[in-house]
Protein backbone atom coordinates (compact mmCIF):
# COMPACT_ATOMS: atom_id res chain seq x y z
CA UNK A 1 0.00 0.00 0.00
CA UNK A 2 2.59 2.29 1.04
CA UNK A 3 4.99 1.64 -2.12
CA UNK A 4 1.90 2.12 -4.30
CA UNK A 5 0.96 5.27 -2.76
CA UNK A 6 4.91 6.56 -2.72
CA UNK A 7 4.66 5.80 -6.88
CA UNK A 8 1.31 7.81 -7.27
CA UNK A 9 3.46 10.90 -5.58
CA UNK A 10 6.08 10.53 -7.31
CA UNK A 11 4.05 10.08 -10.84
CA UNK A 12 1.57 12.89 -9.66
CA UNK A 13 4.35 15.59 -8.50
CA UNK A 14 6.70 14.65 -11.64
CA UNK A 15 3.45 15.59 -13.80
CA UNK A 16 2.75 18.45 -12.22
CA UNK A 17 6.43 20.03 -12.58
CA UNK A 18 6.27 18.95 -16.09
CA UNK A 19 3.42 20.75 -16.47
CA UNK A 20 4.36 23.65 -14.74
CA UNK A 21 7.35 23.87 -16.71
CA UNK A 22 5.71 23.75 -19.99
CA UNK A 23 3.76 26.55 -19.06
CA UNK A 24 6.24 28.69 -18.16
CA UNK A 25 8.68 27.88 -21.73
CA UNK A 26 4.91 28.82 -23.57
CA UNK A 27 4.45 31.75 -21.57
CA UNK A 28 8.04 32.90 -22.14
CA UNK A 29 8.10 31.89 -25.99
CA UNK A 30 4.89 33.81 -26.31
CA UNK A 31 6.17 36.93 -24.56
CA UNK A 32 9.30 36.68 -26.17
CA UNK A 33 11.31 35.66 -23.51
CA UNK A 34 14.56 33.34 -23.67
CA UNK A 35 12.83 30.39 -20.95
CA UNK A 36 16.60 29.76 -19.61
CA UNK A 37 16.11 33.33 -18.37
CA UNK A 38 13.44 32.36 -15.79
CA UNK A 39 14.10 29.80 -12.85
CA UNK A 40 11.67 27.74 -10.95
CA UNK A 41 11.86 27.96 -7.25
CA UNK A 42 9.90 24.74 -6.07
CA UNK A 43 8.05 26.08 -2.44
CA UNK A 44 8.18 23.26 -0.72
CA UNK A 45 7.12 24.80 2.90
CA UNK A 46 4.85 22.46 4.92
CA UNK A 47 6.09 19.40 2.44
CA UNK A 48 8.21 16.70 4.04
CA UNK A 49 11.32 15.30 3.19
CA UNK A 50 9.42 12.46 1.24
CA UNK A 51 7.90 15.65 -1.44
CA UNK A 52 11.09 17.48 -1.40
CA UNK A 53 12.86 14.13 -2.59
CA UNK A 54 10.40 13.46 -5.30
CA UNK A 55 10.53 17.21 -6.50
CA UNK A 56 14.49 16.93 -6.48
CA UNK A 57 14.40 13.40 -8.52
CA UNK A 58 12.21 14.93 -11.42
CA UNK A 59 15.10 17.66 -11.41
CA UNK A 60 13.90 20.54 -9.23
CA UNK A 61 17.52 22.30 -8.35
CA UNK A 62 16.01 25.56 -6.07
CA UNK A 63 13.58 24.74 -3.06
CA UNK A 64 12.16 27.50 -1.31
CA UNK A 65 11.13 27.82 2.29
CA UNK A 66 9.30 30.69 3.95
CA UNK A 67 11.19 29.48 8.16
CA UNK A 68 14.17 29.31 8.76
CA UNK A 69 13.60 26.60 11.73
CA UNK A 70 11.68 24.25 8.93
CA UNK A 71 14.40 24.74 6.48
CA UNK A 72 16.84 24.05 8.94
CA UNK A 73 15.40 20.77 9.70
CA UNK A 74 15.16 19.97 6.19
CA UNK A 75 18.96 20.70 4.92
CA UNK A 76 19.95 18.50 7.65
CA UNK A 77 17.88 15.68 6.57
CA UNK A 78 18.67 16.13 2.99
CA UNK A 79 22.69 16.39 3.95
CA UNK A 80 22.26 13.07 5.61
CA UNK A 81 20.71 11.24 2.86
CA UNK A 82 23.76 12.83 0.59
CA UNK A 83 21.56 13.18 -2.11
CA UNK A 84 23.64 13.08 -5.36
CA UNK A 85 22.58 16.52 -7.00
CA UNK A 86 23.28 20.25 -5.12
CA UNK A 87 20.25 21.80 -4.85
CA UNK A 88 20.00 25.46 -3.54
CA UNK A 89 18.25 26.46 -0.64
CA UNK A 90 16.44 30.08 -0.78
CA UNK A 91 14.50 31.57 1.77
CA UNK A 92 11.41 33.26 0.72
CA UNK A 93 10.05 33.99 3.69
CA UNK A 94 10.37 37.13 6.18
CA UNK A 95 13.49 36.70 8.22
CA UNK A 96 13.82 38.19 12.01
CA UNK A 97 17.02 39.88 12.72
CA UNK A 98 17.25 37.25 15.64
CA UNK A 99 17.58 34.46 13.04
CA UNK A 100 20.10 36.14 10.72
CA UNK A 101 23.02 33.95 12.19
CA UNK A 102 21.31 30.79 10.91
CA UNK A 103 19.91 32.01 7.73
CA UNK A 104 23.15 32.28 6.24
CA UNK A 105 24.49 29.17 7.55
CA UNK A 106 21.30 27.73 5.53
CA UNK A 107 20.24 29.57 2.45
CA UNK A 108 22.07 30.38 -0.87
CA UNK A 109 19.92 32.86 -1.45
CA UNK A 110 17.59 35.35 0.68
CA UNK A 111 14.92 36.50 -1.21
CA UNK A 112 13.48 38.66 2.22
CA UNK A 113 15.88 42.03 3.12
CA UNK A 114 13.67 45.09 4.03
CA UNK A 115 15.26 46.71 6.25
CA UNK A 116 18.89 48.42 6.77
CA UNK A 117 19.14 47.03 10.14
CA UNK A 118 18.23 43.83 8.73
CA UNK A 119 20.92 43.77 6.08
CA UNK A 120 23.98 44.96 8.00
CA UNK A 121 22.81 41.56 10.59
CA UNK A 122 23.05 39.47 7.57
CA UNK A 123 26.26 41.32 6.97
CA UNK A 124 27.51 40.83 10.19
CA UNK A 125 26.90 36.83 10.31
CA UNK A 126 28.14 36.39 6.66
CA UNK A 127 31.55 38.22 7.66
CA UNK A 128 31.60 35.87 11.00
CA UNK A 129 31.60 32.58 8.52
CA UNK A 130 33.24 34.52 5.66
CA UNK A 131 30.75 34.24 2.97
CA UNK A 132 29.29 36.54 0.82
CA UNK A 133 25.28 36.39 0.92
CA UNK A 134 23.64 36.68 -2.19
CA UNK A 135 20.19 38.55 -1.29
CA UNK A 136 17.25 39.97 -2.71
CA UNK A 137 15.17 43.37 -1.70
CA UNK A 138 11.75 42.27 -0.98
CA UNK A 139 9.71 45.35 -1.87
CA UNK A 140 6.45 46.02 -0.49
CA UNK A 141 4.23 47.75 -3.18
CA UNK A 142 0.29 48.24 -1.34
CA UNK A 143 -0.22 49.42 1.41
CA UNK A 144 -1.72 46.31 3.41
CA UNK A 145 0.02 46.28 6.75
CA UNK A 146 0.53 42.80 7.36
CA UNK A 147 2.44 42.66 4.53
CA UNK A 148 6.92 42.73 4.98
CA UNK A 149 8.76 44.45 2.76
CA UNK A 150 10.45 48.17 2.03
CA UNK A 151 8.91 50.63 0.64
CA UNK A 152 8.98 52.06 -2.36
CA UNK A 153 10.33 55.52 -1.31
CA UNK A 154 12.88 53.92 1.04
CA UNK A 155 14.41 51.46 -1.75
CA UNK A 156 16.86 53.81 -3.26
CA UNK A 157 18.16 54.22 0.76
CA UNK A 158 18.55 50.16 1.17
CA UNK A 159 19.98 49.81 -1.72
CA UNK A 160 22.45 52.03 -0.90
CA UNK A 161 22.95 50.87 2.33
CA UNK A 162 23.90 47.29 0.83
CA UNK A 163 26.41 48.69 -1.42
CA UNK A 164 28.43 49.23 1.36
CA UNK A 165 28.22 46.25 2.96
CA UNK A 166 31.17 43.71 1.84
CA UNK A 167 29.41 40.93 2.46
CA UNK A 168 26.47 40.81 0.77
CA UNK A 169 25.85 40.57 -2.81
CA UNK A 170 22.78 42.10 -4.17
CA UNK A 171 21.02 40.52 -7.18
CA UNK A 172 17.84 42.30 -7.64
CA UNK A 173 14.20 42.31 -6.38
CA UNK A 174 10.92 40.19 -4.78
CA UNK A 175 7.42 41.05 -4.56
CA UNK A 176 4.38 39.53 -3.38
CA UNK A 177 1.45 41.17 -4.38
CA UNK A 178 -1.62 41.12 -2.54
CA UNK A 179 -4.24 38.19 -3.18
CA UNK A 180 -7.10 38.60 -6.02
CA UNK A 181 -9.42 36.41 -7.76
CA UNK A 182 -8.56 37.61 -10.81
CA UNK A 183 -5.00 37.05 -11.27
CA UNK A 184 -4.78 39.79 -13.86
CA UNK A 185 -5.07 41.91 -11.26
CA UNK A 186 -1.60 41.26 -10.15
CA UNK A 187 0.02 43.09 -13.55
CA UNK A 188 0.65 46.41 -12.42
CA UNK A 189 2.39 45.18 -9.11
CA UNK A 190 5.22 42.68 -11.50
CA UNK A 191 5.44 45.67 -13.78
CA UNK A 192 6.24 48.45 -10.96
CA UNK A 193 8.54 45.82 -9.49
CA UNK A 194 10.48 45.49 -12.64
CA UNK A 195 10.57 49.42 -13.24
CA UNK A 196 12.20 49.96 -9.80
CA UNK A 197 14.96 47.59 -10.73
CA UNK A 198 15.00 49.29 -14.26
CA UNK A 199 15.58 52.41 -12.29
CA UNK A 200 18.26 51.37 -9.58
CA UNK A 201 20.51 50.21 -12.78
CA UNK A 202 19.52 53.55 -14.61
CA UNK A 203 20.53 55.25 -11.63
CA UNK A 204 24.09 52.92 -11.60
CA UNK A 205 24.08 52.81 -7.84
CA UNK A 206 25.16 49.32 -7.82
CA UNK A 207 28.87 48.88 -9.97
CA UNK A 208 26.95 45.85 -11.81
CA UNK A 209 23.17 45.48 -13.23
CA UNK A 210 20.65 44.04 -10.37
CA UNK A 211 19.56 41.17 -12.89
CA UNK A 212 16.66 39.43 -10.85
CA UNK A 213 13.10 39.67 -10.22
CA UNK A 214 11.34 37.20 -7.97
CA UNK A 215 7.82 37.36 -8.60
CA UNK A 216 4.82 35.05 -9.48
CA UNK A 217 3.33 32.04 -7.69
CA UNK A 218 1.27 29.56 -8.92
CA UNK A 219 -2.26 31.45 -9.83
CA UNK A 220 0.02 34.46 -11.26
CA UNK A 221 3.23 33.68 -12.76
CA UNK A 222 2.18 33.49 -16.07
CA UNK A 223 1.65 37.05 -15.61
CA UNK A 224 5.07 37.55 -13.79
CA UNK A 225 6.88 36.24 -16.07
CA UNK A 226 5.34 38.53 -19.13
CA UNK A 227 6.04 41.62 -16.99
CA UNK A 228 9.67 40.14 -16.63
CA UNK A 229 10.10 37.75 -13.86
CA UNK A 230 13.51 35.65 -13.70
CA UNK A 231 12.37 33.56 -10.45
CA UNK A 232 8.96 32.21 -10.23
CA UNK A 233 8.10 30.92 -6.75
CA UNK A 234 5.45 27.74 -6.93
CA UNK A 235 4.36 25.57 -4.58
CA UNK A 236 0.57 24.37 -5.09
CA UNK A 237 0.78 23.97 -8.26
CA UNK A 238 3.27 21.62 -7.77
CA UNK A 239 2.87 19.75 -4.68
CA UNK A 240 -1.20 20.11 -4.61
CA UNK A 241 -2.75 22.09 -1.99
CA UNK A 242 -1.24 22.54 1.40
CA UNK A 243 -2.90 21.26 4.56
C1 LIG B 1 3.89 30.00 -0.19
C2 LIG B 1 4.65 31.00 -0.96
C3 LIG B 1 4.74 30.91 -2.36
C4 LIG B 1 4.08 29.81 -3.19
O1 LIG B 1 2.71 29.93 -3.20
P1 LIG B 1 1.80 28.93 -4.09
O2 LIG B 1 0.55 29.68 -4.25
O3 LIG B 1 1.66 27.69 -3.31
O4 LIG B 1 2.50 28.70 -5.36
C5 LIG B 1 5.48 31.87 -3.02
N1 LIG B 1 6.09 32.88 -2.36
C6 LIG B 1 6.03 32.99 -1.02
C7 LIG B 1 6.73 34.12 -0.36
C8 LIG B 1 5.30 32.07 -0.28
O5 LIG B 1 5.23 32.21 1.05
Redesign the pocket.
Known sequence: MLIFYRKFLTMKIAEALKKVRERIYNTAVRSGRDPQEIRL?A?T?TIDMEGISEAINAGVTIL?E?RVQEAQKKVISYELRVMGSKVEWHL??HLQRNKAKYAVRLFDLI??IDSVALAEEVNKQAQKIGKVQRVLIEVKLSSEEAKHGVTEKDLIQLVESIKGLDNLKLEGL?T?PPFFVESENTRPYFKRLRELRDRINELQIMSYELRELSMG???D?EIAIEEGATMV???????GQ?R
Open positions: VVKGNIGHTMMMSHFRIGTAIFR
